[in-house]
């Protein structure tokens, strides 16, 4: 979604995932596991992300507001850690957030020691004439 000029996104997203064991591997390929979240992002990050969960026949569907819904079925906690599922995101997303915090504390500081640089006085300016 388009917000301001700033490219907004929230609502469910889908993720691959990924295993840390061999079976795990064997079995996201077999039943073709996903990974689908509640995302509020901004510029393809992930500002907030929750309610996530590992899941197989997941199906998207566009609606008419520009937000995505998602219909899954969600495995168990036992076949997560079992299979050592983990969500397979790219740097970007994982960790533009920081990037962004990165940016803003630079603008916040660059304000700040703009407004605190000391201002000439008013004879100060008048001598310099």
């Known amino acids: ?12 997203h889908v993720h691959p995932a990924d295993a840390t064991t061999r079976e795990g591997r064997a079995f996201i390929l077999d039943q073709n596991v996903r990974y689908v979240d509640k995302t509020l992002g901004l510029f393809f990050t ?7 969960v590992f ?6 569907q566009e609606t008419s507001e520009d937000t995505t819904s998602v ?3 969600a495995l168990n906690a036992d076949a997560v850690a079992s299979f050592g599922l983990v969500p397979r995101k ?4 994982a960790n533009g ?5 990165g940016l803003l ?9 703009g407004s605190l640089r000391k201002k000439p006085t008013p ?5 310099s004439r």
């Not at 899941?55 to 998207?60: E, L, R, S």
């Not at 630079?106 to 020691?113: P, Q």
């Not at 004879?123 to 001598?127: D, E, G, I, L, T």
């Open 97 to 101: 957030r920081w990037v962004f915090a």
């Open 1 to 12: 979604m388009l917000l301001a000029g700033c490219a907004v996104h929230w609502g469910p």
């Open 90 to 93: 790219s740097w970007w997303a």
């Open 71 to 73: 219909s899954y079925r």
């Open 123 to 127: 004879a100060q300016v008048q001598r």
């Open 55 to 60: 899941a197989i026949d997941v199906v998207g």
């Open 105 to 113: 504390a630079l603008i916040v500081l660059g304000w700040l020691a």
């Open 46 to 52: 992930d500002i907030i992300n929750w309610g996530g």
